[in-house]
T-cell receptor, first 114, second 112 residues
């Protein structure tokens, strides 16, 4: 089973709610990522944390707020989302100073905004 | 298995056949490529990778071919099984960058 754990697996929230997605990696990696997967679209990179420092923010709306308190945990705080934000949110981790830099993914959180 | 517009391309094969899934990339600076498999309700899983200094790499029942001249990557699955049914993504990484860029994916359907 995957070394990257995401909770919750499913989330339904209203547009005025505030919720958080959690990701934990047990692989000792130094980089963590949030991706968004919508129907009929490629995986979209949202945020990258390398050694706990945010290194990329791909023009993501401010209603998505990441937090990386340590190299094993990553959060995505959500507030005042829109229905078009409904998607599968995937967390991944990798070891950026190694020869093989494949990303390991969690199972994802299926988010529905109503 | 190329992406066409917004529709996810689908490859349908019979159990026991060999499958070939294709991927085109556009960044000539990419030097690392990965194939991922994503089953329904799960996150993508690593299958096999290849670096740009190679043109072929084999795993268990899978082979990845890289043609840098035409920027083309393919995944060959031998003796395809129903458990191979999933969406397959290629991903590329550019030299000097840490993040992967994913293709749109191809759905593989294996019938018994």
């Amino acid at each position: 089973e995957t070394g990257v754990t995401q909770t919750p697996r499913h989330l339904v929230m209203g547009m005025t709610n505030k919720k958080s997605l959690k990701c934990e990696q047990h692989l000792g990696h130094n980089a963590m990522y949030w991706y968004k997967q919508s129907a009929k679209k490629p995986l979209e990179l949202m945020f990258v944390y390398n050694f706990k420092e945010q290194t990329e923010n791909n023009s993501v709306p401010s209603r998505f707020s990441p937090e990386c308190p340590n190299s094993s945990h990553l959060f995505l705080h959500l507030h005042t989302l829109q229905p078009e934000d409904s998607a599968l949110y995937l967390c991944a981790s990798s070891q950026e100073d190694s020869q093989n830099t494949e990303a390991f993914f969690g199972q994802g959180t299926r988010l529905t905004v109503v | 298995g190329e992406s066409v517009g917004l529709h996810l391309p689908t490859l349908s094969v019979q159990e026991g056949d060999n499958s070939i899934i294709n991927c085109a990339y556009s960044n000539s600076a990419s030097d690392y490529f990965i194939w991922y498999k994503q089953e329904s309700g799960k996150g993508p899983q690593f299958i096999i990778d290849i670096r740009s200094n190679m043109d072929k790499r084999q795993g268990q029942r899978v082979t990845v071919l890289l043609n840098k001249t035409v920027k083309h990557l393919s995944l060959q699955i031998a003796a395809t099984q129903p458990g191979d049914s999933a969406v397959y993504f290629c991903a590329e990484k550019e030299r000097g960058y840490s993040t992967l860029t994913f293709g749109k994916g191809t759905m593989l359907l294996v019938s018994p």
